[in-house]
């Protein structure tokens, strides 16, 4: 044990004026100008009596007594003379690293801080393979996301803990979310059936991630159809008429009331009495234009609302595809929204996956299943919007979905413009970088167990780097995100290269 505390041995706790306490102490680095290297964000550990007290570095604060006086300093410089050919300034020079009690380690399981270290205390480096235990990664089975930041340690994320109380991806534009998300991917798309393939539905604004479906299972070490990955763009989807009742036309349409919902009920009732196999919108239109039991203003109104819906061509007299048939164990389902401009289409497209895919599982129809959906404070915003007609079936599988493993994976450059219905749901967060204020204080409001010295620090995130907060960690954990195995073709990776293919056309 001596060797191996002499061989990871950092430094020694001292005293401050604030410590050692219960969540925090300081310790001086070893070895005087060839100090060990210590990183800020850093996991160390001290033995003690109980266990392991497990910290991390917080700030890092090089002192050295000579410089202590400006005046003095100055003095000295005026004679030509600098201090250290004087004085022997290097002996006196130290660094101080300021760490924070993340937890106890006592018999193999975690525990909260409930007493302080001695000063005099010997800090040492945290061994890895206690670490991933303390942090609750699945070393076995886990998705393989990155490295933990400043170790040698894969961050390996239980599929159980990251995903199964929904996921928020939250960062600026520009930070990496859509490169964390194709690297999650690519971890859920290898798994094999004994660990459990789990089906995933992906809302692709941007067409960002249809480059998924030319990746050939051998690539990952699967074989072949070990997993699917099918791409439906926008423009192909179409809702089925005959399955929508008075209710769900009014969640395409906001601002109906109860009279005119009623009104269109007997309607639909009425059609489907007469169209056996089938009807669209139109036939709704003439019926409700022909009912001279409904008022002028209703059917003017209701008339007026169905064209609007007939004119966006997403209503059909059948499914297209239909949801029972795209989910299945191992399968990633891409729905390219990259072809609409209108939000409207989008909006209608978001809230009948959503409505459906929460009614199949309930039934038991399909399998368990992650819907990851981009720029998600476009659906469900927090401020009433008129277009936000997905928000309240977002809002019921962020509520009772996780009960039926219907999960949601919502991913937003502007955090403070989401649902807090949602978000608050939301057990899990990976946070990128974020520099807006406004941002910044809605996730430190709505993460819970985040400190602000780890809120601070998302602002200097690199990109590619990422806070994961939640039930996924013990602690929040700071993450360098892998190298993706595959990656786009035929996409620019900045502006000077677009500028030259435009050149070459």
């Known amino acids: ?25 300081s310790f001086v680095l070893e070895g005087g100008t060839n100090e060990t290297t210590v990183r800020r964000g850093e996991f160390v550990t001290i033995e003690a009596e109980f266990g392991l007290v497990v910290a991390r570095v917080q700030d890092l604060v090089r002192t050295n007594r000579y410089f202590q006086h400006a005046e003095a300093v100055r003095e000295y410089q005026s004679r030509g003379e600098p201090l250290r050919s004087i004085f022997p300034t290097n002996r006196w020079q130290y660094t101080i690293a300021q760490t924070r009690v993340v937890g106890f380690w006592i018999e193999g399981r975690t525990v909260r801080p409930y007493t302080t270290v001695s000063p005099g205390a010997i800090v040492t480096r945290a061994d890895e393979e206690m670490l991933a235990k303390f942090l ?18 894969e961050f390996r994320a239980s599929i159980d803990r990251l995903l199964s109380k929904h996921l928020a991806i939250l960062a600026m534009s520009g930070a990496g979310k859509s490169y964390f998300v194709s690297v999650m991917l690519e971890e859920i798309l290898s798994r094999s059936q004994d660990t459990g ?10 067409g960002e991630y249809s480059y998924l479906k030319d990746v050939d299972p051998k690539s990952l ?5 070990a997993f699917e990955v099918e791409h439906i763009r926008g423009s192909h989807i179409q809702i089925p008429v005959h399955s929508l009742s008075a209710e769900s036309f009014s969640s395409y349409i906001a601002g109906m009331s109860g009279v005119q919902i009623r009104d269109l009920r007997r309607s639909i009732s009425d059609i489907r009495t007469r169209f056996k196999d089938g009807y669209t919108i139109t036939d709704i239109i003439n019926l409700v234009k022909d009912d001279e039991t409904i008022s002028k203003n209703t059917r003017e109104a209701l008339v007026g609302w169905l064209i609007t819906l007939e004119d966006t061509g997403l209503f059909g007299k059948e499914a297209s595809p239909e949801i029972i048939d795209i989910i299945r164990p191992g399968k990633i389902t891409l729905i390219d929204l990259s072809d609409f401009v209108s939000l409207k289409k989008k909006q209608i497209i978001v809230s009948h996956l959503a409505g459906e895919l929460l009614y199949y599982r309930r039934q038991g129809r399909i399998p368990p299943f992650l819907l990851v959906l981009e720029e998600s404070h476009q659906f469900c915003p927090e401020s009433r919007q008129e277009l936000a007609l997905p928000k309240a079936r977002i809002e019921t599988i962020a509520r009772e979905g996780r009960k039926f493993f219907a999960l949601l994976c919502l991913i937003t450059q502007r955090p403070v413009k989401l649902s807090t219905t949602v978000l608050s749901q939301c057990s899990n967060q990976a946070i990128l970088r974020c520099t807006n204020p406004y941002d910044l204080d809605h996730i430190g409001r709505s993460s819970e167990g985040i400190d602000r010295a780890s809120l601070n620090a998302i602002t200097t995130l690199e990109v590619g780097e990422a806070l994961f907060v939640g039930e996924t960690v013990s602690v929040p954990t700071f993450v360098k995100i892998r190298t993706r195995r595959f990656e786009p073709q035929g996409m620019a990776a900045n502006l000077t290269e677009a500028i030259r293919k435009a050149e070459k056309k």
Not at 6 to 25: D, I, K, M, Y
Not at 197 to 205: A, E, G, P, T
Not at 221 to 225: N, Q, T, V
Request: hydrophobic share 35%.
């Open 1 to 25: 044990m001596e060797s191996h505390q002499q061989r990871h041995q950092l430094g020694t706790v001292v005293c401050t004026n604030e410590g050692p306490n219960v969540s925090e102490f």
């Open 136 to 153: 609750k990664l699945d070393m076995d089975e886990g998705l393989k996301l990155g490295t933990v930041a400043n170790h040698n340690l």
């Open 197 to 206: 393939r789990l089906s995933v539905v992906v809302v692709d604004v941007h």
């Open 221 to 225: 070490g699967l074989p072949e159809g």
